[in-house]
């Protein structure tokens, strides 16, 4: 019940977001959506914990609660976004993202895991916790390469309308994806090292041919080939929006790809 | 009461950019357009407008009629001008209306960025200019001087009492918004000044408040360059460097007075080693323009020319338009003030006239009346002095008053030809000099007034 009160007030936020976008900039209107933003993460904080204290499990084994908290992650990130006034509209591109891991755990049904986790403890929490940052990084770099794809075009086109006003500068918009990209591959590198050193210490042995280290990888790579069209000879800013964009959707197309066809996904994530 | 004036020409709002690049008028085409109009008697005072919104000629015409052939022609003639008839494109104002538009110019109001303040000094200069012009009779006469003040006035007025000028809605406002919408924070970036035109010159102040690291400089005259970038603290570079200075940019500002494109893709490509990694904010306020449309083609050139700042200026329009309707009341006022003035300037002579009689009565009466008291101190002298003046000036002040408002009011003539023969003015040449010694003065002023 809590999670879906959470997932209306996102909703809700989204409401006075698109009014932004469309009537343009209105103090009052920024008011009431970083308020409901604000209140839809703190109810959602307070239905993960009710999961925890409800099932004594984290709500990181099964597929909806891990989307849930991952969708947590996501509205902690707009938080922080809410509260830098200069990036607070790239809101408009991550609460898409959020609603849209809330209302999968939430059609789902935001159960216990049907059997117990391999690994449990402060270092597996640790672990789960680094790499939906990795994740949520490589989202907000996601959500500022659409931005910023959108704005350079309005700019190409010389369209400077609502949405020209709406989106931040392309410089805002590639910082912004630059922070989330190192922020997020260094959290998702973390979580690597520690996921292997735990799994070497608890299982002897890491299988390679593992959903999760196959998913986990190829996440990494991602992060790779996005810094690496970040280096490469001319319009790096443009390459880079459109990698983040595209590496995201490699991220969680693999991810969805690898959830209906390997074996033991019950517990996968 | 027509007022024999017109305003013919093309604006932004009659002609794209295409055609207005090809009547645009430098400081020395000026002269020669305006001659040629007074040689071909088409004229007989006039003033020509040349920004790169407008190109409109204000005028006195030497005939009743329509003044836009004579306008065409000038037009047509113009090098590269465009193929076909020029009609489509040109409007025609007369009387009334023609006085409303430029009033409506000056203030802003008919600018593309609706409450614009750099039209009032474009206006201004264009006065100016045409009044230094070397010309028998002046290109600027008593109609259109009173009217070109009367517009500054009226475009100062509307700025100082409305909220017209608020926002950033000015180019260089909306130049400095852009530069903002694509590299954020301003600091450290760098600028390339082409040419030395003036609303290049105010974005440049703009960005520079907004702490640009570097300003560039370059111009025809390197020697201009030098100037303007002294102004800027910036650096002069030689016009023929431009390639070298394109790749250490982010901004570049263009404004030369060139009639061909000066920054082509061929010379930025060329200026390129290695392509940009960054995006290049190229502004081409010049008409005609200097950039080739082309390089907006270019993967990380953003090339914005006057007409593509029109979509944002439209923004920003919205928030001034409550300001407009106060706007056109000062205008509205100013109009009905310049239709006093010109009605006014008929009786300029004849007020002129009244006073110098006046002043030769009282002159020639104090002296004798002086002559009889003899003994009066040099300070009871300065009191009867100063006594007859203050009279004379209560006495005509009523009539004076009542003339000019009299031909305001459209009562002119009657009132021209009543006070002429009460006064006698216009009976000889020397009734304007007052009464002569040798003559005989009257006894008492009613008398002199009645001769």
């Known amino acids: 019940m809590i999670h879906l009160s959470a997932f209306v007030f996102y909703l809700g936020a989204l409401v006075p977001w698109i009014h932004l976008l469309v009537r343009g900039a209105r103090r009052h209107t920024v008011f009431l959506a970083s308020g409901l933003t604000g209140v839809a993460v703190a109810l959602h904080a307070m239905a993960l914990v009710d999961f925890w204290l409800t099932f004594s499990e984290l709500p990181l084994g099964g597929l909806a609660p891990a989307l849930s908290s991952l969708a947590f992650v996501g509205g902690l990130a707009l938080v922080a976004m809410l509260l830098l006034r200069e990036v607070a509209r790239l809101a408009l591109g991550l609460l898409p993202f959020v609603l849209v891991l809330q209302g999968a755990a939430l059609a789902l049904g935001i159960e216990p895991a049907p059997g117990d986790l391999d690994f449990q403890g402060a270092g597996f929490v640790l672990h789960v916790a680094l790499a939906f940052l990795g994740l949520q990084g490589l989202a907000i770099a996601s959500a500022a390469g659409i931005l910023y794809l959108i704005q350079h075009h309005e700019l190409k086109v010389k369209r400077l309308g609502r949405l020209f006003q709406f989106i931040p500068p392309l410089a805002t918009l590639e910082r912004v994806g630059g922070t989330g990209l190192s922020v997020g591959f260094v959290a998702l590198s973390l979580a690597l090292v520690l996921g292997w050193a735990w799994t070497v210490q608890n299982l002897g042995s890491l299988e390679i041919d593992d959903p999760k280290v196959i998913w986990a990888v190829m996440s990494w790579m991602v992060f790779l080939g996005i810094f690496a069209a970040r280096r490469g000879r001319g319009r790096s800013e443009y390459r880079s929006a459109l990698a983040a964009v595209i590496g995201f959707g490699i991220v969680i197309g693999t991810y969805l790809a690898l959830r209906i066809t390997a074996e033991g996904s019950g517990l996968f994530l | ?451």
């Open chain 2, 1 to 451: 009461m027509t007022l024999p004036l017109a305003v013919v020409g093309v604006s932004h709002k009659t002609a794209p950019v295409e055609v207005r690049e090809q009547l645009a008028y430098g400081p020395a085409d000026v002269a020669v357009a305006l001659h040629a109009l007074r040689s071909a008697g088409a004229v007989e005072e006039a003033v020509l407008l040349s920004t790169c919104n407008r190109t409109e000629v204000y005028l006195h015409p030497a005939q009743e009629g329509s003044t836009l052939h004579a306008i065409e022609r000038l037009f047509s003639s113009r090098p590269h001008a465009v193929d076909g008839s020029l009609e489509p494109y040109l409007f025609e104002k007369h009387g009334e209306q023609a006085i409303s538009h430029l009033f409506q110019v000056t203030a802003g109001l008919d600018a593309m960025v609706t409450g614009e303040a750099e039209i009032q000094g474009q206006v201004r200069e264009a006065y100016q200019q045409a009044a230094i012009l070397d010309a028998a009779p002046p290109l600027v006469g008593p109609v259109l001087n009173r009217l070109f003040q009367t517009a500054l006035s009226v475009g100062g007025q509307v700025r100082s009492e409305t909220s017209i000028g608020e926002g950033t809605a000015s180019v260089a406002s909306v130049a400095v918004e852009l530069a903002g919408k694509i590299f954020g924070s301003l600091q450290g970036k760098r600028v390339l000044l082409l040419g030395a035109g003036m609303t290049g010159e105010l974005i440049v102040d703009a960005l520079s408040r907004e702490g640009v690291q570097s300003i560039a400089v370059a111009n025809r005259t390197y020697a201009r360059a030098v100037s303007l970038a002294r102004k800027h603290h910036g650096q002069a570079i030689p016009f023929d460097q431009i390639a070298e200075v394109l790749p250490t940019v982010d901004i570049v500002l263009s404004s030369t007075a060139a009639p061909h494109p000066v920054l082509t893709r061929a010379i930025l490509r060329e200026s390129f080693i290695e392509p940009r990694r960054h995006p290049l904010l190229i502004i081409d306020i010049a008409i005609p323009r200097d950039v080739d449309p082309s390089v907006g083609d270019e993967p990380e050139v953003f090339l914005y020319n006057v007409d593509d700042l029109r979509t944002i200026v439209d923004e920003h329009v919205q928030i001034r338009v409550g300001a407009v309707a106060e706007a056109d009341q000062i205008v509205r006022a100013g109009c009905e003030e310049f239709g006093a003035c010109y009605a006014s300037l008929e009786v300029v002579p004849i007020i002129q006239s009244m006073r110098i009689m006046a002043e030769a009565y009282r002159e020639a009466e104090l002296e004798r009346l002086f002559r009889g008291l003899g003994h009066l101190a040099e300070e009871d002298r300065a009191r009867v002095e100063e006594f007859s003046r203050r009279l004379q000036n209560k006495l005509l002040h009523e009539p004076t008053a009542r003339l000019r408002q009299g031909m305001a009011e459209g009562e002119g003539r009657s009132l021209i030809e009543a006070v002429c023969f009460l006064y006698g003015i216009g009976d000889s040449e020397d009734s304007r000099a007052g009464p002569k010694e040798e003559e005989g003065l009257p006894d008492t002023a009613e008398e002199g007034v009645q001769e």
